[in-house]
């Protein structure tokens, strides 16, 4: 029989929560859960879930109760809380596998036809579907301008690609789903191509593109130089320029520097004319690197 310390390990990465399959496979009985519920040890808290005495209740301790006892997974508002999309939800959403039904007294209920394990991660311990369902579903309870900024702000943390995104509307939609027609909007309001992007600033530079009537680049473009397979984040190749992207933690130690200079000094040598851009440059000064930009390539141009 488990320990009561193993039981309490548990219980702790379950917001104090146990089930009743977890106590029987620890070797209780029915009985001798019955019995530390009736001296104080447990707390029934719903069909087939106790907490552990002296735990606080959270709203993240509601969630689990609902998500244990369902068999199901936080989805909709719940989900979008537990990403960071949002914190001023209080709702208790989940989601379950159609046809089965599950009724919870202040608990929000979906039942869903395309609901894959793919979908289901865990965020605090709580299972929850992934960040590009969970934008989906979205679309099922929020307006339209709502859910295109939890998008953008998705992709420029990079929680979601939006290539993944697109591809999780491309599933969904095969059922008929409500949802993904706002999905579908938003993604359309998005700057074209994004789907090659492969970081939430390189959708970033786009929009500053478009944002400032840059000509579009070419996104990830593939080139070889001295023998050597590279990938440009964004070239302009009639121009023979290309913009490298780096992120707050590019180039954080001396060998990727050493590798960096030598890739872009073979560019350069090849003809390339190179720029980089930072998170800090694209959010803080876009006009200034739309400038840039605009004065190097009408260079180029003419000469």
Known sequence: MASFTELNTLATHQHGLLTAA???EAGFTKRMVAARVDDGFLQRRAKGVVQLAGTSRSWEQELLVAVLSAQAVASHRAGSRLWGFRTVDEEIEVSIRYPRTAMLE???VHRSRDLEPSDVTEVDGI???TPERTICDLGLVFPEHEVLRILRHAIAIELVLPRDVWMMRQRTSKQGRNGTGVLERVLDALPAGIDFCESGLEVQFLEVCDRFGIQRPVPQLPVQV???HL????????ERVFVEIDGASFHSSPEQIANDGGRQNALV?????PLRFTATDLTN???????????LLGFVQKK
């Open 127 to 129: 299972p929850v579907t």
């Open 285 to 295: 000064r876009p006009g200034q690197c739309a400038k840039t930009l605009s004065d």
């Open 231 to 238: 990938r440009l984040d964004f070239a302009w190749i009639a």
């Open 269 to 273: 040598k090849a003809g390339w004319t």
């Open 22 to 24: 977890q106590l029987l």
């Open 226 to 228: 001295g023998g050597r």
């Open 106 to 108: 202040g608990v929000v």
